[in-house]
């Protein structure tokens, strides 16, 4: 069963930097497309980025520009540098498995997320 364990989140000021990981058991990492998601209170679970297995990217109209997904399939983890944050970009972040180009398509399991919180 996969695994994943999200870290890197923090209270930062707007206009201000972080960087996420996602480090993912099972030897399947490398074969799958990850993306980065994130839930803010009361609403839904939205993907933000993904990264296919050929490191090609892509990104939220709401993120583009200012977030960048990486992937270092040695480590079995994935990335997300934010930056220029904003105060809408405070969430919970999950990174899971998503579809190439864009979609989600996670496993049935979610690690505990990295909170992020921006403020203003």
């Known amino acids: 069963q996969v695994q994943l364990v999200e870290s890197g989140g923090g209270l930062v000021q707007a206009g201000g930097s972080l960087r996420l990981s996602c480090a993912a058991s099972?030897?399947?990492?490398?074969?799958?497309?990850m993306g980065w998601y994130r839930q803010a209170p009361g609403k839904q679970r939205e993907l933000v980025a993904v990264?296919?297995?050929?490191?090609?990217?892509k990104y939220a109209d709401s993120v583009r520009g200012r977030f960048t997904i990486s992937r270092d399939n040695a480590k079995n983890t994935v990335y997300l540098q934010m930056n220029n944050l904003k105060p809408e970009d405070t969430a919970v972040y999950y990174c899971?498995?998503?579809?190439?180009?864009?979609?989600?398509?996670?496993?049935?399991?979610w690690g505990q997320g990295t909170q992020v919180t921006v403020s203003s």
């Open positions: 990264i296919g297995t050929g490191s090609t990217r």
């Open positions: 099972g030897s399947t990492f490398s074969i799958n497309t």
């Open positions: 899971n498995r998503a579809r190439f180009p864009w979609g989600g398509f996670p496993y049935d399991y």
